[in-house]
């Protein structure tokens, strides 16, 4: 079972959320909004997107890596490693 099972309805909100926002932002492209108003619009579906990001992050660590780590040995080390990984690409984006 993944980790964010029991919020899963809530994290489809929010993605259904952001994708309104994209298809928004391509109406706005489309009907020659202007560049601020459409980069404004960039800005609240990027921070959607990582606030779900987080949410997810968050539910990870607490259930998979939580688990990984009362087994302890290789798979905990690996999922350490990989919720690291994933840390560090969510810090670049």
């Not at 899963?8 to 259904?16: G, T, Y």
């Not at 952001?18 to 459409?38: H, S």
């Not at 990001?53 to 688990?67: I, K, N, R, T």
Request: aromatic share 4%.
């Amino acid at each position: 079972m993944a980790g964010y099972t029991g919020n899963k309805q809530d994290h489809l909100r929010r993605l259904r959320r952001a994708e309104g926002q994209v298809r928004g932002l391509q109406r706005m492209v489309e009907d020659d909004k202007y560049c601020i108003d459409i980069l404004t619009q960039v800005s609240a579906a990027t921070s959607a997107l990582q606030s779900f990001a987080l949410s997810l992050l968050e539910e990870h660590l607490a259930h998979c890596v939580a688990e990984a780590t009362v087994k302890g040995g290789p798979e905990a080390e690996a999922k350490i490693k990989e919720a690291s990984d994933a840390i560090a690409r969510l810090v670049r984006s």
